[in-house]
């Protein structure tokens, strides 16, 4: 009868066996196995580079069955050279779930792009107006989304990095631009930076900003690993938190080693976002399957 019993509590545990952190620290583990998708939300509109009014849209992915009333946000920007690519990359969805999760709210933008050879700075200034408008949205909306708004992140590769960096350091009102969801703030609380640049605007890094974590190729052609150097030295001279890993040897949008990165990008916003919570949490059915074997095994130990 004991071996009954015992092998009724193993097939109650099979689920766990291959789960990956079926249970842990909400943003730290992976605590959720479902994500909700939702897709083509406009979050703005604007004129495009031939004068066309186009809205602007994105994908909004939540964990399944999350019932806490306020979520930390990823907000996430393709690259493409300011010419293409699109929120429904393999990466990025892959990204967006990855965290979602982990008990975030991503979302993956689109924003304007130009036309293939005639890409201007004015590129990366609409990129970044879209962005801002990006982050303004959820604060306008942070209550149907259930957003803290305290703990909102940018995070890009290469064309969608430069945009994310320019976002979140171009602070001043001139910047802001026009896209949608005027009168919130577009202020972030952490910046991610997959092989992009600030240029010009490097010092544009003021005391007080937001922490930025950098990834970036040491043999990068498309942004030279200079611009990592740059950003990193910079904030290191105004008192900005910047954690720049290098990836040695590797030229631009090495995606290949995203299981090299990606834990520098989850530690990074848990440690300097999120504030290293101690939320422990653990999916409703898997407490209840725990549960009940604890309760079998209680019933052998008594008989």
């Known amino acids: 009868m004991k071996k009954l019993v015992v092998i009724c509590i193993a097939l109650i545990l099979i689920p766990f066996a291959d789960a990956k952190n079926p249970f842990g620290i909400r943003y730290k583990h992976q605590i959720f196995f479902k994500v ?6 406009v979050y703005g509109e604007n004129y495009d580079s031939e004068g066309n009014l186009v809205q602007l849209k ?6 399944h069955g999350d019932k806490a009333s306020k979520r930390a946000l990823i907000i996430f920007i393709h690259g493409g050279g300011f010419t293409g690519g699109d929120k429904a990359t393999k990466q990025w969805v892959f990204l967006c779930k990855t965290f979602a999760k982990r008990g975030y709210v991503t979302a993956s933008i689109n924003y304007r792009l130009q036309k293939p050879g005639n890409v201007t700075g004015k590129a ?4 970044m107006h879209d962005a801002k408008a990006a982050v303004r949205y ?8 259930r957003i803290d708004t305290s703990k909102i992140a940018l995070v890009g590769g290469s064309a969608g990095a430069i945009t994310a960096l320019h976002a979140t350091y171009l602070t001043e009102p001139e910047y802001e631009g026009n896209s949608g969801n005027e009168g919130y703030s577009s202020n972030v609380s952490a910046c991610i930076d997959l092989w992009g640049g600030l240029y010009d605007n490097v010092s544009k890094i003021d005391a007080g900003e937001a922490p930025v974590c950098i990834i970036h190729g040491t043999e990068d052609k498309g942004v030279p690993y200079s611009e990592a150097l740059n950003i990193s030295k910079r904030c290191k001279e105004v008192g900005v938190y910047c954690e720049l890993h290098p990836l040695e040897g590797e030229g631009h949008a090495p995606w290949d080693r995203i299981n090299d990165f990606l834990p520098w990008m989850v530690n990074f916003l848990y440690n300097k976002m999120i504030g290293e919570s101690k939320t422990f949490f653990i999916e409703l059915p898997e407490l209840i399957l725990i549960l009940i074997a604890l309760c079998i095994l209680k019933e052998i130990l008594w008989t």
């Open 138 to 145: 959820f604060r306008r909306y942070a209550e149907q989304w």
């Open 36 to 41: 909700d998708v939702t897709k083509d939300i």
């Open 124 to 127: 990366i200034t609409q990129a």
């Open 58 to 63: 994105m994908d909004v992915y939540e964990p």
